[in-house]
């Protein structure tokens, strides 16, 4: 009765550590995935801005289409590798926060 009682009570403790390091993991995930995001907005924001200053100085309508062809096509090519780099963030942060878990899995087999 001891002996497991004991056991019970070792696993709980062990998976309440795993929890909180897979929260960790989550947390430290969460705030590079934060951190990214508003890098990219940032410099969004810069270049639609800089673009829109370009425009403001521009005479004829063959330059506004050239500089707005520009602009769109920089601003798709910087959101898919933008979306590329978010979603292996997010990769990332599921491969972290389970990792804790295998251990606790591999003992309880």
Do not use: C, N, W
């Not at 929260?23 to 934060?34: D, P």
Request: hydrophobic share 40%; aromatic share 14%.
């Amino acid at each position: 009765m001891t002996q497991t009682h004991e056991d019970f009570s070792k696993y709980g403790k062990d998976f309440v550590d795993t929890g909180l390091k897979s929260f960790a993991s989550l947390s430290k995930g969460a705030q590079a995935i934060s951190a990214e995001a508003s890098d990219y907005t940032k410099k969004s924001f810069e270049a639609g801005a800089a673009t829109f200053e370009k425009l403001l100085g521009v005479r004829s309508f063959e330059k506004v289409v050239e500089i707005q062809t520009d602009y769109a096509k920089q601003a798709y090519e910087g959101f898919v590798a933008e979306a590329t780099k978010i979603s292996e963030l997010y990769a990332d942060l599921a491969k972290e926060a389970y990792k804790p878990f295998e251990s606790f899995v591999a003992k309880t087999k």
